[in-house]
């Protein structure tokens, strides 16, 4: 069955990076680009952008231009997700999520929680 | 401000039928891009419930439904139980943003 496992919660301090992991199993992992998704503290869902996980090609959502970097180790079915310069608004849960072509977020990793305090 | 908009909130009683609407424009659900609704739990991923307009995923009750008309599109419970009590995300495509991939802003669904 198809699983997304993301890594661990994460404390950082402003100005920091993290980077969040998602591996994939159960499905062939070139097949499905793959999206992230943040939802700060009692918000809704936020969109921050789409890796084509055969060629590496990405499109980040305006508000994260410049701060957000999606790679993928094909060798691994791992997606990874990296923003920089963190600020506390940046504090809220990643979700990972492989798209079905041309369609819906058919499968979402577990979340990750991301806190950013000084 | 989301480009889909959602009432922030709706109440039924078990047993009742509730719908939830998700309003854009003409560059996202009139352009005649598809709908999908996603069902999250408070704590959990969210999950789809209705995709490309009314399409239910396996496993999804068929007390659940999606239609769309317009600008507009609307997922529908019917028979309510009270493990629908969630928040409902609307989600489409928009041609005139370079954020194409957009959201609704969430409804929560609160079973009396």
């Known amino acids: 069955q198809v699983q997304l496992v993301q890594s661990g919660a994460e404390v950082k301090k402003p100005g920091a990076s993290v980077k969040v992991s998602c591996k994939a199993s159960?499905?062939?992992?070139?097949?499905?680009?793959m999206h992230w998704v943040r939802q700060a503290p009692g918000q809704g869902l936020e969109w921050m952008g789409i890796?084509?996980?055969?060629?590496?090609?990405?499109t980040y959502a305006q508000k994260f231009l410049g701060r957000v970097t999606m790679t993928r180790d094909t060798s691994t079915s791992t997606v990874y997700m990296e923003l920089n310069s963190l600020r506390s608004e940046d504090t809220g849960v990643y979700y990972c999520?492989?798209?079905?072509?041309?369609?819906?977020?058919?499968?979402w990793g577990q979340g990750t929680l991301v806190s950013v305090s000084s | 401000q989301s480009v889909l908009t959602q009432p922030p909130s709706v109440s039924g009683a078990p047993g009742q039928r509730v719908t939830i609407s998700c309003t854009g424009s003409?560059?996202?659900?009139?352009?005649?891009?598809?709908v999908h609704w996603y069902q999250q739990v408070p704590g959990t991923a969210p999950k789809v419930v209705i995709y490309?307009?009314?399409n239910r995923p396996s496993g999804v009750p068929d007390r659940f439904s999606g239609s769309k008309s317009g600008t507009s599109a609307s997922l529908a419970i019917t028979d309510l139980q009270a493990e629908d009590e969630a928040d409902y995300y609307c989600?489409?495509?928009?041609?005139?943003?370079?954020?194409?991939?957009?959201f609704g802003g969430g409804t929560k669904l609160t079973v009396l």
């Open positions: 890796i084509n996980v055969r060629d590496g090609s990405t």
């Open positions: 003409n560059s996202n659900i009139g352009a005649g891009y598809d």
């Open positions: 999520a492989r798209i079905r072509p041309g369609s819906h977020l058919d499968h």
């Open positions: 490309d307009n009314i």
């Open positions: 989600q489409s495509f928009d041609n005139s943003l370079s954020d194409f991939w957009v």
């Open positions: 159960g499905y062939t992992f070139t097949t499905y680009y």
